[in-house]
């Protein structure tokens, strides 16, 4: 018996040594449910979003961000996930979600910019909302709408155009 207490407290302080990175995850409500305002429709989110994006650069280079919502469509926030070049940004699909799940979000939506100024969603555009779409199922988030937004405040919508 003394050789498995032994073998025990040989093992415990062996693991104590070992060190490992410590992972803290958190999300912080600064605006009270309330005063949040709700998605009604394509055009209350462009207005949101169009409010949030750095004028001086919306006509220079693509940036990719979410609209965070609770389960009310009420926004819980704005996420700026990429800035590119001016043809295109990259989204790590990887990082979109770890947002999504830290603020605790259900639905979302995607927003670029194109700052040639056209409306029309490439192929590219198309297929990463795909992709973003499958993997929302897996973590029960609803994809609401993917809007293209350009420098004058007009927007593409995908799903006022049957794309989500």
Avoid: C
Wanted: positive net charge; without cysteine.
């Amino acid at each position: 018996m003394k050789s498995k207490i032994h073998e025990f407290q040989n093992n415990y302080l062996a693991m104590r040594k070992i060190k490992v990175n410590e992972i803290k995850i958190s999300y912080k409500e600064k605006t009270k449910l309330e005063t949040l305002e709700a998605i009604r429709g394509s055009s209350t989110a462009a207005k949101i979003l169009f409010k949030h994006w750095n004028k001086s650069t919306i006509g220079l280079q693509e940036t990719f961000k979410v609209l965070l919502l609770n389960n009310s469509n009420k926004v819980k926030g704005v996420y700026q996930l990429s800035t590119g070049g001016i043809t295109g940004t990259l989204v790590d699909i990887r990082i979109l979600f770890a947002v999504i799940l830290k603020s605790l979000s259900v639905g979302i939506i995607l927003a670029h910019n194109h700052p040639s100024g056209k409306l029309q969603p490439s192929e590219a555009d198309k297929q990463l909302t795909q992709k973003i779409k499958k993997t929302a199922v897996l973590f029960d988030v609803k994809v609401l709408d993917h809007l293209i937004i350009i420098p004058n405040g007009e927007f593409y919508s995908f799903s006022d155009n049957g794309l989500i």
